[in-house]
């Protein structure tokens, strides 16, 4: 159980286009999904927190315009890449806590290149 | 702000053998969770261990086991009969419960564990 479901596993995109990846908890809800920035060799950097109904949290430096999330259901978040570049490349990966005693469950992560 | 530091950016370890991960902490909360994941080539994180501060007794799960010393802030990972499917990166993770923001992990900068055949 507690499985978080993220597709797509890559994408490659123009520069200048806008990806969409999307993040579900498939036994479980999620009133609160977290989503990461992970580059080659390196440590997670929480980007932002996804709340159910209300608007995300960003972490210090994160661009909300650049990096829109949407969470319009307990099981559904939704991260928006507008007009990427090249600097956007990386691995995106989401997170949930299916229960408060419990560990948090990751995505399979995706990896965006940006041509 | 709380902060997790991960001292060993490498480690190796022969097949069958046991090899430790250091991970220490900063916090002033007195309840918390500590996990350990792995996060091996495939890049999936895999919850390997997780401890609750308010529990004395160290966790255990198969071949992992953790070293919890509260007063030290310290938070080990001991992997016993070590495996070639263990070769990963491994992440130490702090959650308060303090509630809001404190919800959120803190993991540390990792520690890419090498198992020789």
């Known amino acids: 159980g507690a499985v978080v479901s993220q597709h797509p596993s890559w994408v490659i995109c123009k520069s200048g286009t806008s990806v969409k990846i999307e993040c579900r908890s498939l036994?479980?809800?999620?009133?609160?999904m977290f989503w990461y920035r992970q580059f080659p060799k390196q440590s997670l950097m929480l980007m932002a927190t996804s709340n159910e109904g209300s608007k995300a949290t960003y972490e210090q430096g994160v661009e909300k315009d650049k990096f829109l999330i949407n969470h319009a259901s307990l099981t559904l978040s939704t991260l928006t890449v507008t007009s990427a570049h090249p600097e956007d490349s990386s691995f995106y990966i989401c997170s949930a806590n299916p229960s408060f005693n419990y560990g948090y469950t990751f995505g399979s992560g995706t990896r965006l290149t940006v041509v | 702000a709380q902060t997790v530091t991960q001292s060993q950016p490498e480690m190796s370890v022969q097949e069958a053998e046991t090899v430790t991960l250091s991970c220490t902490y900063d916090t002033s909360e007195s309840d918390y969770y500590l996990f350990w994941y792995k996060q091996p080539p495939s890049r999936q994180m895999i919850l390997v261990i997780r401890q609750e501060a308010y529990k004395q007794q160290n966790a255990t799960e198969n071949r992992f086991s953790v070293n919890f010393q509260k007063a030290a802030k310290s938070f080990s990972l001991k992997i016993s009969d070590s495996q070639l499917g263990d070769a990963a990166m491994y992440f130490c993770a702090y959650r308060g419960n303090s509630g809001g923001s404190n919800y959120k992990l803190t993991f540390g900068k990792g520690t890419l564990l090498t198992v020789n055949p």
């Open positions: 036994d479980f809800q999620a009133t609160t």
